[in-house]
């Protein structure tokens, strides 16, 4: 076993896997850039070293800097996490040649299926359906006969990479080119590659994704599906295990297709395999990811695995201690990405000072996060703030727990996408399960009127709760145009601001009022 792990990230999933190694008793290094000194998984690890500036590119990204920080401490392994270098096979290989332990899958399986060309190939051979597309193209007009062989509307997709980038939707001829373009220059900026590929697109379909974990005995183990169809611009936002449109008789057929995929690519550790679901409930193969995902928490609640200790323990030459019979699947768990965007104002990034921070808890809820009272949120890394996830004895248990939880979550001095996630949540279609990766561009979730007046609102609150209630509420409604309020002479405060609350049209009282700026 490891004595010693470097982790090689940042934020929330950095403080997770330090949890997770102090769990082992494995000593625990850090690495942060100069905007991060103060973050939380500077001060939970053994040690903390600095890496550089707070580009990324100079510091999370630095492989070789890493590298000799990972060696001068002592660490024996690097844990990737999720984005920066997770999925970077010089990266992997770079360990290896400096004699550290990469917890993730080899780099010849990291490539390999980081190519989603080659991993549809792989998909093919190992008898698994994947969408009518093409091998690479390197100009638009290889991309514009294709996708007239195929039929519009189709998917212009990065060969490398992952994160929802270098992928446009194309609807017709005279679309092609631009986004073609587009989607060539993204790739090339965000992957160092500009190739691209041409994909049919399906409409009225669902993302499922099966968690899988290999170890370097043979051992291949589907760990249940996750529904993630609720997605903006290809960034998922809610995500649920199981899944409402996944019978018994399709989940054995799903799983069985990861498993044949991870076969075939000789993969251990961590890895997921993704699909499209068609309303008929044909499938196709969409790519796979080698790493550790962000929505792992919904799996580990049902199963009751914990899938970084089990990275860590595959990484370190163990044998899995369970088969796909061991797992027993119990209740229901639905995640939530809350993050620093303004979903009043175009979704905006938003930046800046975290004045207070409220978390939820209670009967199962799980928080990770990296936030405290007084944290910077930056621009320069991913707006990921925290993960909320619900679990409950069935789906309806699970979505109650969870917009309970949304009400208790409160986060002052920058924007969140709370108020968004409560609404979708709300919503009919959501809460009977009739929904696709379209829902989103489908529904106008936010309802117009009631914006400026929830700003305001929240304008109020952020004030009343950094000064402690003592701020006169009448004082600021005469400055700012809010309604009067009846203080009965004591002035308006906290107490003030509740029967605001109580009485502004909210069916819900004080669970309504925004708890984000």
């Known amino acids: 076993m490891f004595s010693k792990v470097l982790v090689a990230n940042r934020g929330e999933i950095a403080l997770r896997i330090v949890r997770g190694l102090r769990d082992l008793g494995i000593r625990s290094v850090a690495v942060y850039s100069e905007v991060d000194r103060l973050s939380q998984h500077v001060r939970y690890a053994d040690e903390a070293h600095l890496i550089g500036p707070a580009d990324a590119r100079q510091s999370y990204l630095n492989v070789e800097r890493i590298i000799d920080v990972a060696r001068s401490c002592g660490a024996d392994a690097v844990h990737p996490g999720y984005g920066f270098l997770a999925e970077n096979a010089g990266f992997a290989e770079a360990c290896e040649a400096a ?18 060309i080659e991993a549809r190939r792989i998909a093919e051979e190992a008898g698994v359906p994947v969408l009518p597309g093409s091998v690479e193209v390197t100009s638009i007009d290889e991309a514009s006969a294709l996708a007239e062989r195929i039929g519009f509307p189709v998917m212009v997709k990065a060969a490398a990479g992952g994160g929802g980038r270098g992928i446009r939707l194309v609807r017709s001829r005279g ?16 992957f160092g590659n500009s190739a691209i590929y ?29 529904e993630c169809s609720i997605q903006r611009r290809h960034q998922k936002l809610i995500e649920e295990c199981p899944s409402i449109a ?29 699909f499209l679901l068609a309303e008929d409930g044909s499938y196709y193969f969409l790519e796979m990811n080698t790493r550790l995902q962000v929505e792992h928490p919904v799996t580990e609640i049902v199963t009751g695995t914990d899938l970084v200790k089990d990275q860590i323990l595959v990484a370190a030459g163990e044998e899995l201690p369970y088969d796909e019979a061991d797992l027993l699947t119990r209740g229901w768990a639905i995640e939530c990405r809350i993050v620093a965007e303004d979903p009043f104002n175009g979704f905006l990034p938003s930046v800046g000072r975290v004045v ?10 799980r928080v990770e996060s990296a936030l405290y009272d007084g944290v910077e949120v930056t621009p320069y890394y991913d707006s990921l703030l925290a993960k909320v996830t619900a679990w409950g004895r069935n789906r309806e248990g699970a979505r109650t727990r969870m917009m ?3 009400a208790e979550f409160k986060v002052v001095g920058v924007a969140t996408n709370i108020p968004y996630l409560e609404q979708i949540l709300e919503h009919p279609d959501f809460v009977r399960g ?16 009631h914006l400026a007046e929830q700003r305001r609102f929240a304008e109020i609150a952020s004030l009343l709760m950094v ?24 002035g308006s405060g906290a107490g003030a601001w509740r029967r605001q609350m109580a009485g502004a049209g909210s069916s819900r009282g004080m669970g309504r009022w925004p708890r984000s700026i």
Do not use: C, W
């Open 99 to 116: 004699g550290l332990t990469f917890i993730g899958p080899s780099p010849a399986s990291i490539r390999l299926l980081g190519d989603k």
């Open 175 to 190: 679309e092609l080119a631009d986004a073609a373009a587009r989607a060539m220059q993204e790739a090339q900026a965000a």
């Open 198 to 226: 041409v994909e049919k697109n399906l409409q009225g379909v669902r993302h499922i994704e099966v968690q899988v974990i290999g170890d370097k005995f043979g051992n291949v183990v589907p760990v249940g599906e996750r």
């Open 246 to 274: 996944v019978s018994p008789q399709l989940r054995r057929s799903l799983t069985r297709a990861a498993v044949r995929i991870a076969r075939a690519a000789n993969y251990h550790n961590v890895g997921t395999v993704e």
């Open 356 to 365: 207070l921070a409220r978390e939820p808890a209670g009967p199962g809820i």
């Open 404 to 406: 309970r939880a949304l």
């Open 434 to 449: 009739q929904f696709d990766t379209e829902f989103l561009d489908r529904h106008e979730v936010l309802v117009e009127e």
């Open 467 to 490: 000064t402690g209630g003592e701020t006169d509420y009448a004082d600021y409604a005469a400055t700012n145009g809010a309604a009067p309020v009846a203080t009965n002479g004591k």
